[in-house]
C-alpha cells in the first residue's frame, strides 16, 4: 500500500506565473485535501475534493483552484501568483463519507514566488 | 467558527525530562482532536486522536493527550523525552465546512529535546 506522494518536492516561480501541484492519494481513498502552510505557521485548509467535486473550500481566493481524477489523484492551480503564496503545500487524502474520515498527508511541494 | 490555541511556540526540554505542550480550543460543538507532528522538510504525521469515549488518549511512541471539555484543553504529555522527539507539534481540530471535514490548526510549538 502506498501513501500520499506529492510532485514537484520543491518549486521556484515568480510573481504573476501560473503554477500546478500534484497529488496522489493512498490506495482506496476518495477523498484529497489540499493545505497551505506559511513558514513558522499551522497548515490552513484550502479546499477538498470527494468523488471529483468540491465539496469544501477555505478562505482563499478563486486563483485558487483544484481538480480530482476518476482514479482520485487531484491537482492544485494557482494563477497570477503572489509573494505570499510562497509556501509549503500539503496534500491529504483519507475514504469520505463517513462522519470522521482520517487524513493522511504526503511530504508537500515547497513553493517559492520570487 | 473553531480555532485553536497553541500557548507555546517553543518548548526546550533535557532528554529524559517530562514536557507538556499546551492545546485549547473553542467549539460550540462536539469536536474531533488531534495532534500531529511535523519532523524537518516532512509532511504531518497523525501522532493521536479523540473521538471519543476515553478522555486519555495514546500513541505508540509513549505521547498521551487528555480531553478536557470544561477546560476546553487537549494538552499533549510525555513523561520521557528523547533526542529522537525533536519537532513541530501542531493541534488540529476537526470541523465541517460545506460538505467537507477540514482540519483547523494551531500555530504549532517546536520541541527541542537537549542532550
Known amino acids: 500500500e502506498t501513501g500520499v506522494t506529492q510532485s514537484p518536492t520543491h518549486l521556484i516561480k515568480t510573481r504573476g506565473q501560473q503554477v500546478t501541484l500534484r497529488c496522489s492519494s493512498q490506495s482506496g481513498h476518495n477523498t484529497v485535501s489540499w493545505y497551505q502552510q506559511a513558514l513558522g505557521q499551522g497548515p490552513q485548509f484550502i479546499f477538498q475534493y470527494y468523488r471529483e467535486e468540491e465539496n469544501g473550500r477555505g478562505n482563499f481566493p478563486p486563483r485558487f483552484s483544484g481538480l480530482q481524477f476518476p482514479n482520485y489523484s487531484s491537482e492544485l492551480n494557482v494563477n497570477a501568483l503572489e509573494l505570499d503564496d510562497s509556501a509549503l503545500y500539503l496534500c491529504?487524502?483519507?475514504?469520505?463519507?463517513?462522519?470522521?474520515?482520517?487524513?493522511?498527508f504526503g511530504p508537500g511541494t515547497r513553493l517559492t514566488v520570487l | 467558527a473553531q480555532s485553536v490555541t497553541q500557548l507555546d511556540s517553543q518548548v526546550p526540554v533535557f532528554e529524559e525530562a517530562p514536557v507538556e505542550l499546551r492545546c485549547n480550543y473553542s467549539?460550540?460543538?462536539?469536536?474531533?482532536l488531534f495532534w500531529y507532528v511535523q519532523y524537518p522538510n516532512q509532511g504531518l504525521q497523525l501522532l493521536l486522536k479523540y473521538l471519543s469515549g476515553s478522555t486519555l488518549v495514546e500513541s505508540i511512541n509513549g505521547f498521551e493527550a487528555e480531553f478536557n471539555k470544561s477546560q476546553t484543553s487537549f494538552h499533549l504529555r510525555k513523561p520521557s523525552v528523547h533526542i529522537s522527539d525533536t519537532a513541530e507539534y501542531f493541534c488540529?481540530?476537526?470541523?465541517?465546512?460545506?460538505?467537507?471535514?477540514?482540519?483547523?490548526f494551531g500555530s504549532g510549538t517546536q520541541l527541542t529535546v537537549l542532550p
Open positions: 488540529a481540530v476537526s470541523r465541517r465546512s460545506g460538505s467537507a471535514r477540514q482540519l483547523t
Open positions: 491529504a487524502s483519507s475514504l469520505g463519507g463517513s462522519s470522521y474520515n482520517e487524513q493522511f
Open positions: 467549539s460550540s460543538v462536539s469536536v474531533y
